[in-house]
């Protein structure tokens, strides 16, 4: 590891929770040098929806690529992105009779986040962006300025301006429509509240916690939004690509939105691949106007070809991910009532679930408990409070059963050991633990 503490720099995060030299990977499963086998819940956060080296992808790309098919071509025709763009009209966007323009940007999700930011100021004329709070959207300057966090918002350097910030669904509590406090501002010319360009959302934000709106909270927003005149965009960079069970994750709600961010899984391979979706009519960009280097990856083209035919021709895939999804809360539930009411919470949908741990410690401590079990699983939340699931769409039912018990056994360790409480009250089999010196007498 000596030359990883030589050269690269401090910024690095995920390798400092999970220090080893990782060397292969299949499936859902990941392996170190040592060739110990890991269950891989963390799956590039996000960005291997279809998990490690699929078969089938790694085939069609080893062909592509023996055929000295074209690898960078900016944006220029190629066949690879011809044959991209006829399975993604055949088989996501004709089946949900969706009509939009698509946009290849930078290969990373905040370059799509960028380019929505700023086609939405074209055609509308307007500054603001509304985004919402505990939002994430990425890390240049324009996606910042939409984040909510605090920690990667003050590295930045420079005052992030041109948004508001609006409550997201259940940020006020549950019998609070924040739907119609945005309405009100927009309404009212004293509000302080100019009238924005567009509103950009998540419908699960997963570094903000696994947070999720509801159907009605979605639609009232769409509603909104339309009232105004204002653009709305669906970040489905984490949350698309069949995360909560339909390719998108705005799906069940059965709004279309005006702009819609793609990027992480929609290689399938796990290849710098973002993409932007518009309305026809929003297409206000001259030539050259928006580009870059790298906008456009023929490789990922290939994969993500390779994806859509395999499993999304039929409704078959997002069956599956579904009754995985209605697997995973049925077993998070579980735990959340065997390690008592108030200490534990179980969150999300479809596949991108959690348990809120309400500390940030003992987060931390159940993805430590785990890795030495064998499972690679983050955390993530305002606090890093939030233990997050996010396994390959593919997983065996075998290992999702596996990897989930070896939550419960690490969560089982934690409560157990002389671990950190945290300093707000929450219960241990049903007695109120107010301090950690209680805590310790309670073990003891």
């Not at 590295?155 to 924040?178: M, S, W």
């Not at 059965?254 to 391979?269: A, F, M, Q, R």
């Not at 949908?349 to 741990?357: E, S, V, W």
């Amino acid at each position: 590891m000596k030359i990883f503490e030589e050269l690269e720099s401090e910024v690095r995060s995920y390798a400092r929770n999970f220090p080893r030299l990782f060397k292969r990977a299949a499936g859902e499963f990941i392996y170190d040098e040592d060739g110990n086998e890991y269950i891989d819940f963390l799956a590039g956060a996000g960005a291997l929806n279809y998990g490690h080296n699929h078969p089938v992808f790694r085939k069609k790309l080893i062909e592509y690529i023996e055929s000295e098919g074209i690898t960078h071509s900016l944006d220029l025709h190629t066949d690879a992105k011809k044959e991209f763009l006829e399975a993604f009209k055949q088989h996501i966007l004709e089946p949900r009779k969706l009509d939009y323009t698509l946009m290849f940007t930078g290969p990373t999700g905040t370059n799509a986040v960028e380019a929505a930011l700023k086609i939405a100021r074209k055609i509308t004329g307007r500054s603001h962006v509304v985004s919402f709070t505990n939002g994430w959207h990425g890390q240049t300057l324009g996606a910042l300025s939409a984040t909510a966090n605090s920690h990667h918002r003050n590295g930045a350097g420079i005052a992030l301006t041109g948004g508001h910030r609006i409550p997201y669904d259940g940020y006020l509590g549950d019998e609070v429509d924040t739907t119609e406090y945005l309405d009100k501002v927009l309404t009212d010319s004293s509000s302080g509240v100019d009238l924005p360009a567009a509103a950009i959302v998540e419908t699960v934000q997963g570094e903000g916690g696994v947070n999720y709106c509801s159907m009605q909270w979605l639609q009232s927003l769409a509603k909104v939004c339309k009232r105004h005149g204002v653009l709305l965009i669906v970040d489905d960079i984490q949350a698309g690509n069949g995360r909560t069970g339909d390719f998108f994750s705005f799906e069940f709600a059965g709004i279309e939105p005006d702009i819609v961010t793609l990027s992480k899984s929609l290689s399938g391979y796990g290849l710098p691949f973002a993409m932007l979706m518009f309305k026809p009519e929003y297409d206000k960009w001259t030539p050259g106007e928006h580009n870059g280097t790298f906008r456009g990856n023929n490789h990922a083209f290939v994969t993500a070809k390779s994806a859509l035919d395999t499993y999304w021709a039929d409704g078959e895939f997002a069956r599956e991910i579904k009754e995985k999804g209605n697997y995973i809360a049925g077993r998070l539930d579980k735990i959340v009532e065997k390690y008592g009411d108030g200490n534990f919470t179980a969150k999300g949908r479809g596949m991108f679930q959690g348990i809120n741990c309400v500390s940030s410690e003992i987060a931390s401590q159940i993805s430590r408990a785990a890795y030495k079990r064998g499972l690679i699983i983050e955390t993530s939340g305002t606090d890093d409070q939030i233990i997050k699931l996010l396994c390959p769409l593919t997983i065996s039912q075998e290992s999702l059963a596996k990897g989930i018990d070896i939550i419960e056994e690490s969560i089982q360790e934690v409560c157990a050991a002389h671990g950190e409480i945290p300093d707000d009250p929450c219960y241990f089999d049903d007695v109120v633990v107010e301090s950690k010196e209680e805590s310790q007498h309670i073990i003891a």
